[in-house]
Structure formats: C-alpha cells, structure tokens
C-alpha cells in the first residue's frame, strides 16, 4: 500500500486525537481549552480531506474514521464542555445529564450524513462542527458579558440549548454550506454575507463572537429557504 494512503488517515486521527486531548483539559477545570481544542480539530477534518482530493485517495475507510473522530472531537468534546458548565452551577443531577443529549444526537447526525445523498452543496441540519463551535465558545461569550454569562451558567438554559441543538443537528432544514460551484455575486450572495457577517464578528468579539455567527449562519439559511420557495 502507497504510503501517501495514510496520511489523509493520519489527519483524521490527529482529530481524534485533539478532540481527547480537549476532553481531558475540560475535565482537569480548563474549559476554555474546549474551544480552542474544537478549532484544531476542525483545521485537522478540513486538512484530512483536502489532503485525500488533492493526492487523490478517498476512499470508504477514511470516511468511516472521519466519523469516529468528528464523534469524539464535535460530539462529546462539546457536550463534556456543556455537562461542565452545568454540573458547576446545578445541583439537580437530571437536569445536568439533559446535556449529554448533544453527543448522542451528534452520533446519529454523522451516521444519516454518511448515508444522505442530498448533502452534496448543502446540508440538512445543524454541522457537528458548528454545533461544537457554538457549545464550546459560550465560556467566551460568559466571560466578555457577565450579564448574558448569568443567565448562560443557568442550568435550565444550558439544558435548554441541549434540546435545542440536538433537535438542530438532526431537523430537515436546509443549511448554507461554504462550497461555491462559481465566485458570482447573485449565485453566492448568502455565502458572501455570512463570510462578511462572520469576519466583522470575529474580529469585534473574537471567540466570544462564535455564538453569534452560528445564530447567523442559521438565520441566513432561514432567509434564503424562505425566499427561494417563493
């Protein structure tokens, strides 16, 4: 077997990887680590793909492991971080094992993605990715405004956005997804919003600002659903 075979498979484990690593930190009372432990996952899931097109060795085992990994990094990395956060701030336990709704449901979204053919130029629910980015960020955002940070660490919120982001990664909604068939303006222009949008956010509030671009990023594709059923 070429060896340029396993390095697209090395990624994908280096994601795994990162995504353990990020667990531990958030266990060991660094919370903040989760972001930024989902971030180099990301980079990894990003690269491992690029890096199969480019050498031309995609195939039915790298997609399996993408899975397994995405699972570990996007899944029960952010759903550690939201037991965490409530576990700290409650002390009714079922309301914090509420949270653990996000890596199971992250499991089943990367099961039906494998076998969902429609998620070709957009997705149908709520990206692992995004999702984890969201969850694992809101440390941040609790940090950069103690007001909203009060009612963030309010158990019954956190359980909350479980609910809600779980129900996310699994409903038929049609999201945006960054792959351009062509750089047009009028074919793209949602695409080129949420990558304005997100950019002025990010350097306003930095990783404090992630909460608010997937909120965006969902909203947008709400509009642009909308608009084009009419």
């Known amino acids: 077997m070429s060896f340029k075979k396993h390095i697209p498979n090395s990624l994908t484990l280096l994601n795994a990887l990162s995504g353990c690593i990020g667990i531990i930190q958030v266990l060991d009372g660094n919370i903040y680590y989760g972001a930024y432990f989902v971030i180099l996952s990301a980079a990894f899931d990003f690269l491992d793909g690029f890096v199969a097109r480019i050498l031309k060795v995609q195939g039915e085992l790298g997609k399996q492991l993408d899975s397994l990994a995405d699972a570990i990094s996007f899944g029960l990395l952010p759903g550690i971080v ?26 089943y979204r990367l099961a039906k993605f494998n076998l969902d053919t429609r998620q070709t130029d957009r997705f149908i629910g709520l990206p692992t990715p995004s999702s984890a980015l969201f969850i694992t960020t809101l440390p941040f955002l609790a940090t950069k405004w103690p007001a909203m940070g009060d009612l963030i ?7 909350g956005i479980a609910i809600i982001i779980s129900f996310l990664l699994v409903a038929e909604l049609p999201l945006i997804a960054l792959k351009f068939k062509n ?3 009028k074919d793209n222009v949602y695409r080129y919003l949420l990558i304005a949008l997100g950019l002025a956010v990010a350097i306003w509030l930095g990783l404090a600002g992630i909460p608010f671009i997937i909120l965006a ?3 947008l594709s709400v509009v642009e659903n909308s608009i084009g059923e009419k």
């Open 217 to 219: 990023y969902i909203g």
């Open 183 to 185: 750089f047009s303006f």
């Open 153 to 159: 660490s309010s158990p019954f919120v956190l359980a």
């Open 82 to 107: 939201l037991f965490a956060m409530s576990e700290s701030s409650s002390e009714a336990n079922w309301l914090t094992y509420l949270t653990l709704s996000v890596p199971v449901f992250s499991i």
